[in-house]
């Protein structure tokens, strides 16, 4: 707050005097005084026989405390209660013993309410600062912002006109550094007090989100998310097999995307990392990002995993734990997978993402697609024969044309196999050279399904079944089927049976229930599904040493074992259970020969098949 003011003579009435007047002035405030927020008010007074009192008057009245009876003769005039602009008159008055008085001239004073207040910085760039306050006054004739960066002293750094309640503080300003900013308003010589003191600071953020997408080994795809406002360019780095990082590629302001050129190769790992730049400043890096050529296991079905949101078709066993290299929520269940032409397929009954359509995706380790509008019903199996992959199912039309139960696609086109004369399809193999097919449902004569071969372009019926088949497994150089059935023909064979090429045979017929899955491990049939051995406990899993079926690790427990198949030299179990033997395994689970292993914490829901592909990867580097 500052008073300005002007003097003047006031006639005061002349009181009789027995002797010479006291000798009366106002010492402060003067003419040249900046009055702030309250005024001591100093009167010098003297009188040959002495001042008994001095009184102080504030617009015509004796304030509480403005009258003094003994030196020094001063009163503070707090100014905080009077509204800006205001005018009011000061004058003093000094009493001798003889009863003489004299005044001061009267002082005129106009009060200005005008030190800014609300000041706020906003750092809009690092050569830029953005000031704004509150204008109290009406009286100013303009503001000076002042700045003070790290411990230095305050200093002008620009003046503003009247009414003005921004400004725009420009200059070199470093990460790290603390910015101060202050600002007064002035009024000819007159100052205001300053405001309010204001520090900023420069945040630069790194981005973040960093992906990168192989486009084929000549070119990576690198992605990211912009966190800055005042960039001018991103930088990104690239360092091979944990060499030195060195700057690759830069692209302009608000760009999230690039393009590496280079000869990537599979022996090698290649990492990358991103950070914005401006003219006086960069951000901290990304994380890093490092992409390989390597071959992992996955597992397909319908399930969530750890750490993971939403559920999935398809995961990803790192050595460690489970991540989803497909990153859309699974709107249904994946059944089948295969690795056709560098790609994995994966087939179930879950419509569509992306722009995939019809239950069938591709996935060649970064992009998905699919074929043409896919099929029209759920698909259950997927096979490659004969440098083509047939797709069985029960639909009836595939890509938009007419095609019932199995499809069959080059990589370009797709054609339907056969009339439509098998059941729909499950499970297909290769025996003796030749691809046999089983399915379920269907209307038959005598409600049989049949084993089918393919014949040409067709299919021919190899042998009736009173139930549905799931799974095929050649072994030995016989073929092995398993189901849900109790006899092939006139032979007696509980859920599972063995085919020499010309007559069936039971296999042990110790299995009571379906039998969904079959391969071989320490060259011995191994069986997975839903049964028992004879009537007890179910285990769902077991081997056949030649004579009799016998429970592989005390088995697993759960409702079912839906896909066997051997790894690294261990069998791998997928399927809904909760334990492996006596060890927690969720859905998926590992046994080499003697004990069972789980994979971390497993996947939650159905794993319906598993198998190994080499793409190339990515992991986020800590």
Not at 30 to 54: E, H, P, R, W, Y
Not at 201 to 207: A, D, G, M, T
Request: with cysteine.
């Amino acid at each position: 707050m500052a008073v300005g003011f002007s003097s003047c003579k006031k006639e005061t009435p002349t009181e009789p005097a027995q002797g010479p007047n006291p000798v009366v002035k106002i010492v402060s405030p003067s003419s040249t005084t900046i009055l702030q927020d309250s005024v001591n008010v100093q009167v010098d007074a003297t009188d040959d026989k002495g001042v008994v009192k001095v009184e102080i008057y504030i617009d015509d009245q004796i304030p509480d405390g403005g009258s003094v009876l003994h030196a020094p003769y001063s009163y503070t005039w707090n100014l905080s209660s009077y509204p800006d602009s205001s005018v009011h008159t000061l004058y003093a008055k000094a009493y001798d013993a003889d009863g003489n008085v004299t005044s001061t001239p009267v002082l005129t004073l106009v009060i200005f309410k005008f030190a800014p207040t609300n000041l706020t910085a906003t750092v809009v760039s690092d050569s830029l600062i953005r000031l704004g306050w509150r204008d109290n006054s009406s009286k100013e004739t303009g503001f000076e912002v002042e700045r003070r960066i790290n411990a230095g002293d305050f200093s002008l750094l620009k003046t503003v006109g009247a009414n003005v309640t921004s400004a725009d503080a420009e200059g070199i300003y470093k990460i790290g550094d603390s910015i101060s900013f202050r600002v007064r308003a002035i009024k000819a010589d007159s100052k205001s007090k300053y405001s309010n003191t204001v520090a900023a600071s420069v945040v630069f953020p790194s981005p973040d989100s960093l992906k990168a997408t192989l486009v084929d080994e000549n070119q990576v795809i690198l992605k990211w998310r912009d966190n800055s406002t005042f960039e001018q360019a991103f930088q990104i780095e690239e360092a091979i097999d944990g060499g030195s990082f060195i700057v690759v590629a830069s692209v302009g302001q608000n760009v999230i995307t690039s393009r590496v050129q280079g000869s990537f190769l599979r022996t090698s790992r290649y990492s990358f990392r991103v950070k914005a730049v401006s003219r006086y400043n960069s951000s901290n890096y990304s994380s890093v990002i490092r992409t390989y050529y390597s071959e992992d296991l996955y597992a397909a079905g319908a399930f969530t995993m750890a750490n993971v949101q939403g559920q999935k078709m398809l995961a990803r066993w790192n050595g460690t734990a489970w991540t989803a290299p497909i990153e859309p929520n699974a709107q249904g269940i994946a059944y089948a997978a295969a690795i056709y032409n560098g790609e994995v397929y994966l087939g179930g009954d879950f419509g569509g993402f992306y722009q995939v359509q019809g239950n069938i995706c591709r996935w060649n380790g970064i992009t998905y697609a699919g074929i043409g509008s896919g099929a029209d019903k759920q698909i259950s199996s997927l096979y490659v024969f004969n440098n083509e992959l047939y797709i069985g199912g029960s639909f009836t039309s595939f890509a938009g044309s007419p095609a019932k139960y199995v499809a069959k696609w080059n990589g370009s086109s797709v054609s339907p196999v056969g009339s439509g004369n098998t059941p729909p399809i499950w499970a297909m193999t290769t025996f003796r050279n030749e691809l046999y097919a089983g399915g379920l449902g269907g209307s038959y004569v005598d409600s049989l399904r049949y084993l089918f071969k393919l014949a040409g372009a067709g299919w021919s019926n190899v042998s009736k079944f009173p139930g549905d088949i799931y799974c095929l497994c050649v072994y030995n150089n016989d073929l092995y089927v398993g189901g849900n059935f109790s006899k092939v023909g006139n032979i007696s064979a509980n859920y599972i049976a063995r085919f020499d090429g010309n007559s069936w045979y039971p296999v042990g017929n110790q299995i009571y229930s379906f039998v969904r899955s079959l391969t071989v491990f320490n060259n011995q049939i191994c069986a997975g599904g839903e049964f028992s051995l004879g009537p007890g406990i179910v285990i769902c899993i077991a081997n056949w040493n030649g004579s009799s079926w016998s429970p592989i690790g005390a088995g697993i427990s759960g409702s079912n074992a839906w896909h066997l198949s051997v790894w690294d030299s261990q069998l791998h179990v997928g399927g809904s259970f909760s334990k492996a033997g006596s060890i927690s395994a969720n859905c998926i689970a590992r046994w080499d020969g003697s004990n069972w292993a789980s994979f971390a914490d497993g996947l939650k829901g159905e794993v319906h098949s598993i198998f190994k592909y080499a793409c190339w990867s990515c992991e986020i580097l800590p």
